[in-house]
């Protein structure tokens, strides 16, 4: 057990100090090996627009993943809480990974990240409409962070689709593209 | 016979076997003293004999079996007594950890008085947790470890240095690196226990300092591991002694007879209860070992008293006497605690220092003389002061805190679960913004009247964090350790002005208005039902034409936002109001628009929260999280949020908040607080001054105060008067975060002038900036009011009138 953990936290590092890891590397170094605290049962609409490139379900557990951008976090306190979220969460612990988020919004009550990194959390234990409240509520933090404001739209435009607000859905899914391109 | 354990049943069969074999002995006794009876005898009084001797035999089971009876009785009682109460625990109610990381807003002094709450030692030798030592703009501290509901922390030894107010660096001296953050140990300032007012903090056998074990034992029962219970040796000698000195001097009970004692609390010394008592000691010997009764000793001595509140246990009497954790006392703590147990009140340390101090040294003498440590440290402990602290630590400080803790907790847990289970409740409590608004509140209401009248001034006060919702501090009373009248949570009050914000919400968010829209504030009458007509009046009795929106909040006109809210619809602002977070009835009449609706400061902190917020209702919590009391996560409360207003029309109605404080009626307020910091605000008084409001919020805090009088006679103030001294003090002492507003991405600032609503520019004097939706700002440019801007301005006029007329 200790020995994965470090294997997590040395990934984590990695990852944050935005060194040798290629992204690669980062998916498969930090898997979610516990699906099972995935309770969300997809939809059929899910999976029966492959078409579209709107974005899945799969995109929004992915945002789970440590990105290099965090490492943009400045203050060291909510840093180090972020790392640990990670690692609770890695080990199953989503309850504790939220409690530990929530530490870190008493630091920074304003850090979109921690938002939208409790936005995910939600989604991931299935807690829907919560989690499309707190990515809206990291969206009025983010100001110019235009990948993080798609990113929350994408979880808006999930939690649409899995309700069956198909045309929520839809405006959710032009938003965050609009977001994405002006990221780029 | 199913009841009772197979360890009972075992135990039951080995005594009917005794009194069996014994009534038959008694039986055959008889017998052979018949048999030397004479024949003559025997004949005579056959019949009687045989009927006697059946009776006897009878009378002899009989008696066995009520002494049997008796004893599985006496057992039952006695099991009965020591498992509940070896489970009988209080909730432990803990305030908000204090959370260290380099950057943040807080002194040495304010780290210092945090640590005193927590009961930390001012001195690092004997490297213990939960000591300190102050230095030059550092403090080194030893952190206590806790499992907190998310992750454990483990003891610390650790530097923390500050400058310009700041903590700025936080070092491990253990393990020399950089440390990011510091959780500490949360104080635990209330427990909810059982009905006959005990408290206890249990300590578990393993955890028991082994020197008090030691002294224990040395000063109370020395064959402890000997005996079974009674102690022959030690009853001979106390009776010695108290043949010798011609009275009771000293006492003969094992650390057995003492638990039952203990347990029942009689104070009567017959010789039936005496006989009880050892029955008992007996008994429970034979079920649990020395640790087990060691461990319940230790937990169920009476030790001292507060008030209504017995103090049991070591535990308990270590935080009540020395406000530290058990194993953090030394001996002469230690010995302290356990002289005590001769005669809690007699030597009460606290009321006779002189008795105590006396005892103490005796016990250290003792335990000199048994080896149980070494005369220089007899004599040293002895040098030490009784380190007593001035008053009762761990009793409910904050009853106002912790009714809403209860109000909250109920609707998860029974009432008897709060009592019995020993649940650790983690509470949003911040022992800092607590005292501030205590002091806060008794010391403006000192100011303002004696509080020696039949009715004096009252008041309540909340404060939360803006980010989510953590309520930080509860004052329910002007005597803050007050527990009866929560005014708090149930006083229901006129809110006046406060429900203005609510009225300009809903114009900026469904109605056609902006900041800069004109409002008439001339006189108005309005038709209620068959009666006289309503006619609002403005609070200086005063009446100006036509005002720009933002105006009316800022100067709380109320004739303006009457007519405001009468264009609105009075359906709309009870919507918004309800989007708020209010959720109780509101009277749907016009007179809503000033505030003639009862409110308690919770629910008008609740409505402030979602302004605060952004438009996102984030309900407010008192609890974190509940855990069992062996640690394990029982239920968290999580942070939940809930966009239910425009935030773009929230934004423009805090932009109009500040200006309150800015240039409006709060203006009062920038005296006594840094005006940097942005204040959004809001005065309320109601009618003839009785209700004397404010509530407004800087970047992370919120508070709302009420003051006024229980009898609702006036209170002579108005909001900014009476409420808003105590909010300002209130805020003094707390570190805030300037309120610099997230600003949504479709605002845009323009130069307008207030006199013509009309866009201007910069160097005009009159001009000031407001924030408009994208879209939404004048047109029309005027130049500093002058002639170019006339035409527009009467055509604006002309406008306006048509739509009133």
């Known amino acids: ?184 | 016979m199913e009841l009772l354990g197979c360890e009972q049943c075992s135990y039951v069969s080995v005594l009917l076997v005794t009194f069996f074999s014994m009534a038959k002995k008694r039986l055959q006794k008889g017998k052979s003293r018949k048999r030397r009876s004479p024949e003559r005898e025997k004949e005579k009084n056959g019949h009687i004999s045989a009927l006697g001797r059946r009776l006897g035999v009878n009378a002899v089971l009989f008696l066995a079996l009520v002494a049997i009876l008796y004893v599985l009785y006496l057992d039952s009682v006695i099991r009965y007594e020591f498992e509940g109460k070896r489970w009988a625990l209080p909730a432990h109610v803990y305030a908000r950890p204090l959370e260290l990381f380099p950057g943040m807003h807080l002194t040495a002094e304010q780290l210092i008085d945090e640590l005193t709450l927590l009961g930390y030692r001012a001195n690092l030798v004997g490297g213990r947790p939960g000591s300190y030592s102050p230095g030059e703009d550092e403090v080194r501290i030893i952190s206590r470890p806790f499992n907190f509901w998310d992750s454990d922390e483990q003891s610390l030894f650790f530097r923390a240095r500050f400058r310009h107010k700041r903590l700025t660096q936080l070092y491990n001296l253990r393990e020399r690196a950089e440390l990011p953050l510091v959780r500490l140990d949360p104080y635990r300032f209330a427990t909810i226990s059982p009905s006959h007012h005990e408290d206890r903090v249990l300590v578990q056998g393993d955890r028991l300092p082994s020197l008090l074990v030691k002294a224990l034992i040395a000063v109370e029962d020395r064959q402890f591991y000997g005996h079974h219970g009674l102690d022959a040796r030690g009853i001979a000698r106390a009776l010695w002694a108290n043949i010798k000195a011609m009275g009771v001097v000293q006492g003969g009970s094992t650390l057995t007879q003492q638990l039952i004692k203990n347990y029942f609390l009689s104070r009567d010394r017959t010789i039936s209860r005496k006989l009880k008592e050892a029955a008992m000691a007996l008994l429970i010997e034979l079920h649990y070992d020395k640790g087990e009764i060691l461990e319940a000793y230790c937990n169920e001595v009476y030790l001292g008293q507060d008030g209504r509140r017995a103090i049991h246990g070591f535990g308990l009497a270590a935080r009540f006497f020395f406000g530290a954790p058990l194993e953090e006392l030394r001996l002469p703590d230690l010995a302290l605690l356990v002289g005590l147990v001769k005669g809690p009140s007699y030597f009460d340390p606290r009321r006779h220092p002189e008795r105590a101090r006396k005892r103490r040294d005796q016990v250290l003498t003792l335990l000199a003389e048994q080896d149980v440590i070494t005369a220089s440290e007899a004599r040293q402990a002895s040098e030490a002061p009784l380190g007593v602290t001035p008053r009762g630590g761990g009793s409910s400080r904050f009853p106002a805190f912790l009714g809403l803790v209860r109000s909250q907790i109920k609707q998860d847990y029974r009432e008897e679960d709060l009592r019995s289970e020993g649940l650790q409740v983690f509470t949003t409590l911040d022992p800092l913004a607590q005292f501030s608004a205590e002091r806060a509140l008794s010391g403006r209401l000192a100011q303002l009247d004696s509080g020696g009248d039949s009715d004096p001034l009252q008041g309540a006060v909340v404060v939360t964090n803006t980010g989510n919702g953590e309520v930080l501090a509860v004052v329910g009373d002007r005597k803050p350790h007050m527990a009866g009248f929560n005014r708090a949570l149930v006083a229901e009050r006129q809110v006046g002005s406060l429900i203005k914000p609510a009225v300009y919400l809903t114009a900026l968010a469904h109605g056609q208005y902006t900041l800069l829209s004109p409002v008439d504030d001339g006189p108005l009458s309005v038709e209620v039902g068959s009666g006289e007509p309503w006619r609002p009046r403005n609070f200086d009795q005063q009446h100006h034409d036509l005002v720009p929106l933002y105006r009316g909040l800022a100067e709380s006109l109320n004739v303006a936002t009457v007519r405001l809210g009468l264009d609105l619809g009075v359906k709309k602002v009870i919507n918004t109001l309800r989007e708020l977070g209010i959720k109780r009835e509101l009277p749907p009449y016009p007179s809503l628009f000033l505030g003639a609706v009862e409110l308690t400061p919770l629910e008008v902190t609740q409505m402030y929260q979602t302004l605060a917020g952004g438009g996102f209702v984030t309900p407010l919590r008192a609890i974190r999280a509940v855990m069992s009391a062996d640690g394990q996560p029982l239920h968290r409360y999580a942070l939940e949020v809930r966009q239910t207003v425009d935030p773009l029309a929230v934004y423009l109605t805090n932009v109009a908040l500040q200006e309150v404080v800015r240039s409006g009626t709060a203006r009062r307020l920038s005296d006594s607080l840094s005006s940097g910091l942005g204040v959004a605000g809001k005065t309320g008084t109601t009618n003839e001054l009785r209700d004397s409001w404010f509530a407004g919020f800087v970047g992370d805090r919120l508070a709302v105060v009420w003051v006024g009088r229980d009898n609702n006679a006036p209170s002579g103030l108005t909001g900014a008067g009476g409420a808003m001294g105590v909010w300002a003090d209130t805020m003094a002492h707390i570190d805030l975060r300037p309120l610099a507003l997230m600003q949504p991405a479709d605002i845009e600032w323009v130069w307008v002038d207030a006199k013509t609503f009309q866009a201007s520019t910069q160097r005009c004097a009159d001009a000031i900036k407001l924030p408009f939706v994208t879209g939404t700002a004048p047109a029309d440019v005027t130049d500093c009011g002058a002639n170019i801007g006339a035409a527009s301005i009467n055509k604006t006029v002309d406008w306006i009138k048509g739509i009133l007329e």
């Open chain 1, 1 to 184: 057990m200790n020995a994965i953990r470090r294997c997590y936290l040395g990934v984590l590092v990695a990852v944050l100090c935005g060194c040798a890891a290629s992204p690669t590397v980062q998916q498969q170094g930090v898997v979610i090996e516990d699906r099972s605290e995935v309770h969300v049962e997809p939809l059929p609409q899910d999976r029966a627009s492959p078409e579209s490139p709107l974005s899945t379900r799969d995109d929004v557990l992915a945002m789970a993943r440590p990105t290099p951008r965090d490492a943009g976090v400045s203050n060291l306190a909510v840093r180090s809480l972020i790392e640990t979220a990670l690692v609770q969460r890695e080990h199953g612990r989503s309850a504790e990974a939220i409690a530990t988020l929530e530490r870190a919004l008493r630091v920074e009550p304003r850090n979109p990240l921690i938002w939208h990194r409790l936005a995910v959390l939600r989604y991931e234990r299935a807690e829907l409409s919560q989690a499309a409240q707190l990515a809206a509520k990291s969206n009025s933090f983010a100001g110019e962070e235009d990948d993080l404001q798609a990113k929350n739209w994408k979880i808006i435009a999930q939690v649409r689709e899995q309700t069956g607000d198909v045309p929520g859905a839809m405006s959710a899914h032009d938003r965050a593209a609009r977001f994405e391109r002006s990221g780029e």
